[in-house]
């Protein structure tokens, strides 16, 4: 059982950055996939970005690659998302979601675990 809580959201203007964490509680961390997703309201929850277990591999949407990083610290049992070059677009409820396969993947049925998520908001 593993149990994820984000933090770092919050309200910034358009170009603006955050980062956002998500540590994990329970075993083996190391040896999860972790997953960004999003959700706007009236919108179905999608990909943002994630990380593979040993952090060899990441993958990104064609919306944020160039903008957002994901990167863990298996030694503090987090993953963070930095934001960069926000966009309104951008606002939504952010979740991190941990894949038992270690893959992180780019589908929500991969996900076993989810955090409770944080709110991100960008003005014009």
């Known amino acids: 059982q593993v149990q994820l809580v984000e933090s770092g959201g919050g309200s910034v203007q358009d170009g603006g950055s955050l980062k956002l964490s998500c540590t994990a509680s329970?075993?083996?961390?190391?040896?999860?996939?972790m997953g960004w997703f999003r959700q706007a309201p009236g919108k179905e929850r999608e990909f943002v970005a994630a990380?593979?277990?040993?952090?060899?591999?990441?993958n990104y949407a064609d919306s944020v690659r160039g903008r957002f990083t994901v990167s863990r610290d298996n030694a503090v049992s987090t993953v963070y998302l930095q934001m960069n070059s926000l966009k309104p677009e951008d606002t939504a409820v952010y979740y991190c979601?941990?894949?038992?396969?270690?893959?992180?993947?780019?589908?929500?049925?991969?996900?076993?675990?989810w955090g409770q998520g944080t709110q991100v908001t960008v003005s014009s």
């Open positions: 979601a941990a894949d038992p396969y270690g893959i992180g993947a780019e589908s929500r049925n991969s996900y076993d675990y």
């Open positions: 990380i593979s277990w040993i952090a060899a591999n990441t």
């Open positions: 329970g075993n083996n961390f190391r040896t999860y996939g």
